[in-house]
C-alpha cells in the first residue's frame, strides 16, 4: 500500500510537471521528448527481462555498452545534421554522398515498417495481458485487426487527426516511467535493508552474449527523429536537444536496469514479452495496470508516428511513384505477415538489424563528407568504424532465445 502510493505521487507529479505551459510550451523541452520517448519506448517494456534472464548480475554493463553505440550513433546522426541536409540532398556534398543518403533514406523507410510491427506486437500482447485472453493466438489476432485499423485510417483519411495522440502519450509515458522508478527506488531500498538483494548467474556467454546485444539495438533506437525534425527546429535546436535526449534517457535505463537487475530471482522472471508486468506485480500492485496504459498509448502513437514516416519516405524517395496509400498498404501485408511467421523477440532482431543498416549508412555519409571537408584522418576512420559496425550488427545480430 505504501509503495502504491509512493508511486502515485511520482507518477501525478511527473504528469503535473509535464502539462505545465512553462514546461509543455518550452522549445527545447519539446525538441527533447520526441526523441526521448522513442529511445525509451518499447525498449522498456522488453529491456529488464531480458537483459537480467541472459546477463545476470552484468545486465548493467551491457545497457551501458547499447547507450554507448547508441551514443556513437547519435555523433554520426548530428555530423549530418551539421553538415545540412538540404546541402547533402541537393548534391552540395558531392554526388556519393547524395547517393548515400538516397539509400539510407530507403532503409529507414523499410526499418520503418518492422518497427511498426515491433510496436503493434507488444501492444497486442501487453493489450490482453491482464485478460483472460492473453495467449500467442489471441495477441496476433488482436495485433492483426490494429494493422487492418491503421491502414484503414491511413488509406482514407490519414494520420493528422490522430498526431495530437501523440503528445499525449509521451507525457503519460514519462509520468508512469517517473513511477515505475519510484516503486523500485523503494523496493531496491526494502530488499537492501533485508539483505536479499542477488547476483544472478549470466545465461549466455562470449561470442552469442554479443551477438545477442546486437540484436537489442532497436531498444536504444529513436535519437535518429531528431534529424526528421528540421520544419520544427533550426539544426542547432535538434543537435542540442538529441545530446541531451540521450543523456536522459542513458540516465534512465541505467538506474532501471542497475534497480531491477539485484532485486529478482530467476524464477521470478520469465522470457515472454509481457515479462515485465509480473516482475512489477511484485513490486506493488498498481504497477502492472500502469504499464499496460503506458504499453497500449505508447506503442499505438509510436506505430502511427513511424507508419506515417514510412509513408512519407517511401512516396519521397520514389518520386511519388509509390503513394503513401500505397505505402501504407505495403506495410500492413509486411507486417500482418511477420506477426504470423515469428515471435516478438525474432521481430526485435529483424527491426535491430534495419536499423542497423540505416545507422551503418548515416556513418558512410558522414566518412564521405568529413573526406571531402577534410576533417582528418582520425573523424574519417571513427565514421568508417561505425559504418563497419552496423555492417556487423545487421549481418550478426540475434534473436533471444
Excluded at 509543455?24 to 525498449?43: D, E, Q
Excluded at 537483459?51 to 547519435?74: D, E, I, Q, S, T
Excluded at 534497480?259 to 529478482?264: A, G, M, N, P
Excluded at 514479452?273 to 504497477?287: K, R
Aim: glycine share 8%.
Amino acid at each position: 500500500m505504501i509503495f502504491d502510493l509512493i508511486i502515485a505521487i511520482a507518477t501525478v507529479g511527473v504528469a503535473i510537471v509535464l502539462s505545465m505551459p512553462r514546461v509543455s510550451r518550452s522549445t527545447t523541452w519539446r525538441a527533447v521528448v520526441t526523441p526521448l520517448a522513442s529511445i525509451i519506448g518499447s525498449g522498456f517494456l522488453l529491456l529488464g527481462p531480458v537483459l537480467n534472464l541472459g546477463y545476470g548480475g552484468y545486465a548493467p554493463l551491457v545497457m551501458l555498452a547499447l547507450c554507448l553505440v547508441a551514443y556513437m550513433y547519435g555523433s554520426v546522426i548530428r555530423s549530418n545534421i551539421a553538415a545540412g541536409e538540404d546541402k547533402i540532398i541537393d548534391g552540395t556534398h558531392g554526388k556519393l554522398a547524395q547517393q548515400v543518403e538516397t539509400l539510407s533514406s530507403w532503409s529507414l523507410a523499410f526499418a520503418y515498417v518492422i518497427s511498426v510491427t515491433y510496436y503493434l506486437n507488444l501492444l497486442g500482447a501487453f493489450s490482453l495481458s491482464l485478460t483472460p485472453f492473453s495467449s500467442a493466438l489471441d495477441a496476433k489476432l488482436m495485433t492483426t485487426a490494429v494493422f487492418i485499423i491503421i491502414v484503414l485510417v491511413g488509406w482514407l483519411r490519414g494520420f493528422k487527426s490522430l498526431e495530437r495522440l501523440e503528445y499525449v502519450s509521451v507525457g503519460l509515458k514519462l509520468a508512469i516511467i517517473a513511477g515505475l522508478l519510484a516503486g523500485l527506488i523503494a523496493h531496491f531500498g526494502e530488499q537492501a535493508i533485508n539483505d536479499r538483494l542477488t547476483f544472478n548467474a549470466q545465461n549466455v556467454s562470449g561470442w552469442p552474449a554479443i551477438t545477442m546485444a546486437f540484436g537489442l539495438l532497436i531498444t536504444v533506437q529513436g535519437f535518429e527523429t531528431s534529424r526528421y525534425l528540421g520544419s520544427n527546429y533550426d539544426a542547432t535546436t535538434r543537435i542540442k536537444s538529441m545530446r541531451l535526449a540521450q543523456w536522459l534517457s542513458t540516465l534512465i535505463y541505467l538506474v532501471y536496469i542497475l534497480l531491477i537487475s539485484y532485486v529478482f530471482a530467476p524464477d521470478e522472471m520469465s522470457s515472454s514479452e509481457t515479462a515485465i508486468i509480473d516482475m512489477m506485480g511484485i513490486v506493488a500492485p498498481i504497477l502492472p495496470f500502469m504499464l499496460v496504459a503506458a504499453a497500449l498509448a505508447s506503442q499505438f502513437s509510436a506505430a502511427i508516428a513511424d507508419t506515417s514516416g514510412s509513408g512519407g519516405l517511401f512516396s519521397e524517395v520514389s518520386r511519388n511513384r509509390i503513394t503513401e496509400p500505397q505505402a501504407y498498404l505495403a506495410l500492413g501485408v509486411i507486417g500482418i505477415a511477420l506477426t504470423w511467421s515469428a515471435d516478438i523477440f525474432a521481430i526485435v532482431s529483424y527491426a535491430s538489424r534495419a536499423f542497423a543498416i540505416y545507422y551503418g549508412l548515416q556513418a558512410l555519409l558522414a566518412a564521405v563528407i568529413a573526406t571531402r571537408q577534410d576533417n582528418g584522418w582520425v573523424r574519417v576512420g571513427f565514421f568508417g568504424l561505425l559504418a563497419a559496425l552496423g555492417a556487423a550488427i545487421a549481418i550478426m545480430g540475434q534473436a533471444v532465445e
